[in-house]
């Protein structure tokens, strides 16, 4: 398994600014992902990023909105740019590893 | 197209009653199952996996799956819950290295 953290845990943000959220894992790995959980939903994936190339964007998810950063085998961060109220989720990142997905704590972020 | 369908949005057992979870799934190859906890305010656990081989798959926490190819289904039980398991889960479908697919999502209340 692996073990994966989030910052912040959580935020209360306001209308128009960025939030940049943080995943580290214990571990290095190929595969890391970014999924969306709205309220009372389940999880939608935003974009796959791996070490060494751009991030995979799912559709309905854009560069611009959800810039990606994927410096090292360890490490990669999500910013939700320009936030109004419908982006007020949870956001989680996993890690693949061998064959299975591993999921951070996750990331509730409240915009106001 | 692939999906997983989970039917029951929320099940409210009695503690020490059995359980069954149940999920669907529709994949184009040879489907990696998952099933996913998430207790309220934190990521996800995974409970159980099944690649290959025996169909009986057994999982944390007492949990057991079983995946059955001919109604593609891989439902969820355990012979008697605990007040602690009261949780969302999710199943999920994907490939060795395809992003994965989750279903909506079933609540499971326990009543004392």
């Known amino acids: 398994s692996a073990v994966i953290s989030q910052k912040p845990s959580r935020d209360i943000c306001q209308r128009g600014t960025s939030l940049t959220i943080q995943c580290q894992v214990d571990s290095q790995v190929t595969m890391m992902f970014w999924y969306r959980q709205q309220p009372g939903q389940s999880l939608t994936l935003i974009a796959t990023a791996n070490q060494g190339s751009e991030a995979t964007y799912e559709s309905g998810f854009v560069i611009d909105k959800f810039p990606i950063s994927r410096p090292n085998l360890t490490f990669s961060t999500l910013t939700v740019s320009n936030m109004s109220p419908e982006d007020s989720s949870i956001y989680l990142c996993s890690v693949q590893n061998t064959d299975t997905q591993y999921f951070g704590p996750g990331t509730r972020l409240t915009v106001l | 197209a692939q999906s997983v369908t989970q039917p029951d949005i929320h099940i409210t057992v009695s503690e020490g009653a059995s359980l069954e979870l149940r999920c669907n799934y529709s994949y184009g190859a040879t489907p990696y199952l998952f099933w996913y906890v998430q207790s309220p305010g934190q990521g996800l656990q995974l409970l159980l996996k099944y690649f290959s081989g025996d169909t009986l798959v057994q999982g944390i926490k007492g949990f057991e799956a079983e995946f059955k190819r001919s109604q593609s289904s891989f439902n969820l039980r355990k012979p008697s819950v605990h007040w602690s398991d009261a949780a969302e889960y999710f199943c999920?479908?994907?490939?060795?290295?395809?992003?994965?697919?989750f279903g909506t999502g079933t609540r499971l209340q326990v009543f004392p």
């Open positions: 999920a479908v994907g490939g060795n290295t395809d992003k994965l697919i």
